[in-house]
């Protein structure tokens, strides 16, 4: 079966250090990953995707991911959280065969940034 | 661009009645969208897929009896609970999928539906 993993529930960090969300996937063929951000009472927002190319992938407000394909992972990074980064992160994966735009979810992980 | 609009963002209904959401890509076409719904602190649900012009497609478990989804053009879909319930109540988000061969999905800000 085709799933995304987030193992973290909640990661906490402290401002100015660098943070980590988790993301393993199972999917078939080349898949298409991505990470969103939602904040409360708001829809998800779109932070970066990985297509093809460059393992690393830089997106917006200084997050970026590392796809790595052996470990099947796609873990998303900045070097200096802010407290404005406290949100919930969503890994997602659209399957590399066939394109009928669905994406799967994983469960989320809530992200606290303490100044 | 790709901004993807939803009306209403919150709406309260007496429990029986109708509730029309609707869910507009402002600056592309959308030839999928996708409705989800989301429960406090938890993952997406996808409910259905719906393709302009032709009836919507399930997820295993969604009455479409209940979730009318209809998707009239390529700029917009719309979602109506009816015969709302208590347990209907949740949040209840639109993307919109531009184009073939783009994979990423634009999110709307989503509806807070309560049902009294």
């Known amino acids: 079966a085709q799933s995304v993993a987030q193992p973290e529930d909640q990661v906490n960090v402290a401002e100015g250090n660098p943070l980590t969300v988790k993301c393993t996937y199972s999917v078939s063929g080349n898949p298409y990953l991505f990470w969103y951000v939602q904040y409360p009472n708001r829809g998800l927002q779109f932070l970066l995707k990985y297509i093809t190319g460059d393992n690393l992938v830089k997106g917006s407000y200084g997050f970026e991911a590392e796809f790595n394909k052996s470990q099947t992972s796609f873990h998303l990074k900045k070097p200096s959280a802010l407290v404005s980064d406290s949100a919930l992160y969503f890994c997602a994966v659209s399957p590399g065969s066939g394109n009928t735009g669905k994406l799967i979810f994983g469960q989320g992980t809530t992200l606290q940034v303490k100044p | 661009g790709a901004v993807v609009s939803q009306h209403p963002s919150w709406v309260i209904c007496k429990s029986g009645t109708s509730v029309k959401i609707e869910c507009r890509s402002l600056d592309f076409q959308a030839t999928t969208m996708f409705w989800y719904r989301q429960f406090p602190k938890q993952s997406l649900m996808l409910m259905a897929t719906s393709n302009e012009g032709s009836k919507a497609t399930y997820e295993q478990g969604v009455e479409k009896d209940k979730f009318l989804i209809n998707h009239a053009s390529l700029t917009l879909s719309t979602l109506t609970v009816t015969s709302a319930h208590p347990e209907d109540s949740s949040f209840y988000i639109c993307?919109?999928?531009?184009?073939?061969?783009?994979?990423?999905?634009?999110f709307g800000p989503g509806t807070r539906l309560t049902v009294t």
């Open positions: 993307s919109a999928h531009p184009r073939q061969g783009a994979r990423e999905q634009y």
